[in-house]
């Protein structure tokens, strides 16, 4: 045998000889470096829960970057300098395992979370501003939140947040308390009148939102997880309700979105998984709840027994397939909503507890930034696509679509003012756009003008002010900023360095319900 081929040979021998490389615990891992800040059965601690749904959008390469890297501007360390490929690949398939059983989180752990820290009694606030002016601003990039001044536009507070704050904030109708959720369940009530924090629970795992009762006495929280609808007392936070969501049948069920319904005086929730919208009564006197035939023919006399009724009473509407994102008419009788993973959107009328319109939107329609408006004497809708870049007008008299308009890209968010004639669209969705915003002509329908605020930087969310005559506009970058516009010439008047301004909401719009901003 030729000398090299001997060689070859005997490193050859040698690898087949030398004993395999150990695979990585995830597990000793996960203790040693994550469960301080996550907990060690991954349902979370100072950081947020380490659960596939809760961790749904980063995806597993995403993982993988963050424990390298870190997350910028938190107490996320980066391992990479202590930690090879193969343990941190190791790290994210583990946090991406379903866990063996599911996460228990009832009355009793949600009680055990609650922090009390009452304010200072005032009768005033504590400021000059106008109180109903203010913009609650969510900075996602490092978790804070701030308080502007909506008339000047000048920063007033800033505190940190709750992990990754999701769904819009809710306010009382005096404007003093507005509540937070947040993706990992947390519910903070904060004090707009003395700027601080008043109250925290942990009501879910992972939740979607959160929605305030029509009389301000209770909050709701959807969870993913678990499968539950909880009802808060908005006082102190104190568990009043916990809702098992199941269908008819038991089949379990996420809660993709709840909503006040103030006319009905009643929180409305679409379900993720089951085909069923639920209404709950916040009326301590609602009517009984029939599930089954009622027949009467005489005064007190009904051939059927009530399943619930009063405060919280439950009523069961089915639909046509699970409801992932909804949008209502202005008087609240109908409910326009969609699948994630459909073509269309349906109307269904909350009063008969009947679909009465489907309507084709392929492009994956966004129902829950829709905006809605008059003109001529017709009630219009309009939403943006997440997949296309269009928005569909309806006409909410026979829920025909009479327009589609096109965009520079896929969008997120609409908003616009009773006083103001125009419409603010982003491209948000957009690979190439994402920078560009489209102002629609409310009467002809038309894009009257196109703008990059900030070249190459993603654009998006508008707020007006009270009056309307301003808007707010977000480049949702973590070195990103707030962008006050006159709202009739569109000419810049400030902007304000912010962390990834996710979302920014004036508290006279949020409690008037204004027409142009989401509720």
């Not at 009694?121 to 400021?127: M, Y």
Request: hydrophobic share 40%.
């Amino acid at each position: 045998m030729k000398p090299w081929l001997s060689s070859l040979f005997a490193l050859a021998l040698l690898a087949t000889l030398a004993p395999a490389r150990a695979e990585p615990d995830a597990g000793a891992l996960y203790q040693a470096k994550c469960a301080a800040c996550h907990g060690g059965d991954r349902l979370g601690a100072i950081g947020p829960a380490l659960l596939p749904d809760n961790l749904g959008r980063l995806g597993v390469a995403g993982a993988e970057k963050v424990i390298r890297s870190g997350r910028e501007a938190t107490q996320m360390p980066a391992f990479g300098a202590e930690l090879d490929d193969a343990s941190i690949k190791a790290l994210a398939a583990l946090v991406y395992t379903k866990p063996a059983t599911t996460p228990v989180w009832g009355e009793k752990e949600i009680a055990a979370s609650r922090v009390l820290t009452p304010a200072p009694a005032v009768d005033k606030p504590v400021f000059t501003a106008d109180p109903l002016n203010l913009f609650v601003v969510v900075e996602s990039g490092d978790h804070h939140v701030s308080i502007l001044d909506g008339d000047t536009f000048t920063p007033m507070h800033r505190f940190a947040s709750r992990f990754a704050l999701h769904g819009g904030p809710k306010f009382t109708h005096d404007g003093r308390y507005v509540f937070f959720g947040s993706r990992d369940g947390w519910v903070t009530k904060f004090d707009l009148w003395t700027l601080t924090v008043v109250a925290e629970v942990r009501a879910g795992v992972n939740a979607r939102n959160i929605a305030l009762s029509k009389d301000a006495k209770h909050l709701a929280v959807a969870n993913y997880l678990p499968n539950t609808l909880v009802i808060l007392s908005a006082a102190d936070l104190s568990v009043e309700k916990i809702f098992d969501v199941v269908d008819r049948k038991g089949q379990p069920s996420r809660v993709s979105a709840v909503y006040q319904a103030p006319q009905r005086d009643s929180f409305i929730a679409a379900l993720k998984d089951v085909p069923e919208i639920w209404e709950v009564a916040t009326d301590p006197n609602a009517p009984p709840v029939y599930t089954g035939l009622v027949h009467s023919h005489e005064k007190d006399m009904v051939e059927a027994l009530a399943s619930s009724k009063g405060l919280f009473a439950l009523r069961r509407i089915e639909a046509s397939e699970p409801l992932d994102d909804f949008f209502f008419d202005p008087d609240y009788r109908n409910l326009i909503g969609a699948s994630r993973n459909g073509d269309h959107a349906v109307v269904v009328n909350l009063n008969t507890g009947r679909e009465i319109a489907n309507i084709p939107m392929p492009g994956m329609p966004h129902l829950g930034s829709g905006v809605s408006w008059m003109r001529d004497g017709h009630r219009l809708v309009a939403t943006p696509h997440l997949k296309e870049g269009k928005i569909s007008v309806i006409d909410a008299a026979d829920w025909k679509t009479i327009a589609t308009i096109d965009t520079q890209g896929p969008g997120f968010f609409l908003r616009s003012h009773e006083n103001s004639p125009f419409i603010w669209a982003d491209s948000f969705m957009s690979p190439k756009n994402k920078d560009k915003v489209q102002i629609i002509d409310k009467t002809t329908l038309q894009i009257a003008r196109v703008m990059q605020p900030a070249p190459g930087k993603t654009t998006g969310h508008v707020e007006f002010d009270r009056s309307g005559r301003h808007a707010l506009l977000s480049v949702w970058e973590t070195d990103g900023a707030i962008i006050v516009y006159d709202a009739a010439t569109f000419q810049e008047i400030k902007r304000l360095p912010m962390s990834k301004p996710a979302g920014k909401y004036n508290v006279y719009n949020k409690i008037t319900f204004s027409e142009g901003t989401s509720h």
